[in-house]
T-cell receptor, first 114, second 111 residues
């Protein structure tokens, strides 16, 4: 069964550093999403992406964040200058076009900012 | 924006019993209501969903009911098994827009 994959599984970085989190969505899906989950809290929406542009973003997704689909398979989330409060699990999700709006999540990247 | 409330936060049942988790939502325009199961260290796994044109949906031991008038929906798990132990999240959205998640229910099934 096709799955969303994410790399790395765990990223440790120092405050102020840039990080790039990578995702490979399910191959025939056209909508892509990033969510995050701070330890013990709700899953929160960050951004959605369709047809090579952002279709929706939350208040969390400020100028420090950017997304890109650099090729036909990868979908990346960049945080330009990490803060301590960016420490969280970051989940990528993808959704098909015609079959429905189900969102399928990857296993996540645990980001630790020290 | 949408707000989703979920209850209870923890639920402990004996193996074989039923478990019910309830959610309410605030935006009457929301039309898609999925349920996710999250095991430790893993991403949320879609287990069942319901759309606003349907009142109930069942898949083996799992069922979801939706009351649009009252703006609440529930997950029902029958004949619970130890492998059902996990955190369950409800969510709501309008079409393909962002999912708004509930705060989660930690279900523990005692053997």
């Amino acid at each position: 069964e096709p799955e969303v994959t994410q790399t790395p599984s765990h990223q440790v970085t120092q405050m102020g550093q840039e990080v790039i989190l990578r995702c490979v969505p399910i191959s025939n899906h056209l909508y892509f999403y990033w969510y995050r989950q701070i330890l013990g809290q709700k899953v929160e929406f960050l951004v959605s992406f369709y047809n090579n542009e952002i279709s929706e973003k939350s208040e969390i997704f400020d100028d420090q964040f950017s997304v890109e689909r650099p090729d036909g398979s990868n979908f990346t989330l960049k945080i330009r200058s990490t803060k301590l409060e960016d420490s969280a699990m970051y989940f990528c999700a993808s959704s098909p076009w015609l079959e429905g709006n189900e969102q399928y999540f990857g296993p996540g990247t645990r980001l630790t900012v020290t | 924006g949408e707000n989703v409330e979920q209850h209870p936060s923890t639920l402990s049942v004996q193996e074989g019993d039923s478990a019910v988790i309830k959610c309410t939502y605030s935006d009457s325009a929301s039309n898609y209501f999925p349920w996710y199961k999250q095991e430790l260290g893993k991403g949320p796994q879609l287990i069942i969903d319901i759309r606003s044109n349907v009142g109930e949906k069942k898949d083996q031991r799992i069922a979801v009911t939706l009351n649009k008038t009252a703006k609440h929906f529930s997950l029902h798990i029958t004949e619970t098994q130890p492998e059902d132990s996990a955190v369950y999240f409800c969510a709501a959205s309008l079409g393909r827009r962002a999912l708004t998640f509930g705060s989660g229910t930690r279900l523990q099934v005692q053997p």
